[in-house]
């Protein structure tokens, strides 16, 4: 079935160090590809999306491009801060499932000043 | 505007009985759809529901229903609790059905059953 493997955290990182959180996924037909993002206590925050392959996503400087050949949606950042400390979740959606989304399980991120 | 409200924020429950959680869509927005979210499953979709009709479901139990009132807001329900029900229950809304997964979610309600 559909799935969404990304890398295990916690990810840890100085105030403006670059960063990669990886995630890879395995579906049938063609998902859309999203970036969640989760401050503690909260819901769910859409941070960045991409409908079709190529198809880059940006939003707050943070940045994903939707690889077809690859199955990757890897998350980039290129100068952390500490208010992006959060738990960062990557999901598929598949166009006849309505809103489901598959998640990943999710990648811990702590940025230190 | 007002986003997704979730009621009530937190519930203990004891095994074996029931419980009914609330969601208030933003305003306009008539899919609602529900996650459950446990540290060793992650992110599970419940259902989906668009204009009062149970649109897609995931893969639990009967014991979890739900429903969607014609103002769009929504319960879920679930009976017989058991001890591995404990988790935050997320509800999020979008503005029609198959939105591509452009959800807007609510706070949560952490339910711990003992």
């Known amino acids: 079935g559909d799935s969404v493997t990304q890398m295990e955290g916690p990810v840890t990182l100085s105030e403006e160090a670059f960063l990669t959180i990886n995630c890879t996924y395995t579906?049938?037909?063609?998902?859309?590809l999203f970036w969640y993002v989760q401050y503690p206590g909260e819901g769910l925050q859409l941070l960045l999306k991409?409908?079709?392959?190529?198809d880059k996503g940006s939003n707050k400087g943070f940045e994903a491009t939707y690889r077809k050949e690859t199955t990757s949606f890897h998350l980039e950042k290129g100068s952390v801060q500490v208010s992006d400390s959060a738990v960062y979740f990557c999901?598929?959606?598949?166009?006849?499932?309505?809103?489901?989304?598959?998640f990943g399980k999710g990648t811990t991120l702590s940025v230190s000043s | 505007k007002a986003g997704v409200t979730q009621t009530p924020r937190y519930l203990i429950k004891t095994r074996g009985q029931q419980v009914t959680l609330s969601c208030s869509p933003i305003?306009?927005?008539?899919?609602v759809s529900w996650y459950q979210q446990t540290p060793g499953q992650g992110l599970q979709f419940l259902f989906e529901?668009?204009?009062?009709?149970?649109?897609n479901k995931g893969n639990f139990p009967g014991r979890f229903s739900g429903r969607q009132f014609s103002n769009s807001r929504s319960e879920m329900n679930v009976s017989t609790l058991e001890l591995g029900d404990s988790a935050l229950y997320l509800c999020?809304?979008?503005?029609?059905?198959?939105?591509?997964?452009?959800?807007?979610f609510g706070n949560g309600t952490r339910l711990t059953v003992t």
């Open positions: 999020a809304s979008s503005p029609s059905a198959g939105a591509k997964g452009d959800l807007h």
């Open positions: 579906a049938t037909g063609y998902p859309s």
């Open positions: 305003s306009g927005h008539r899919s």
């Open positions: 999901a598929l959606s598949v166009s006849q499932a309505g809103t489901a989304l598959i």
């Open positions: 991409a409908t079709k392959a190529d």
């Open positions: 529901y668009f204009s009062e009709t149970q649109r």
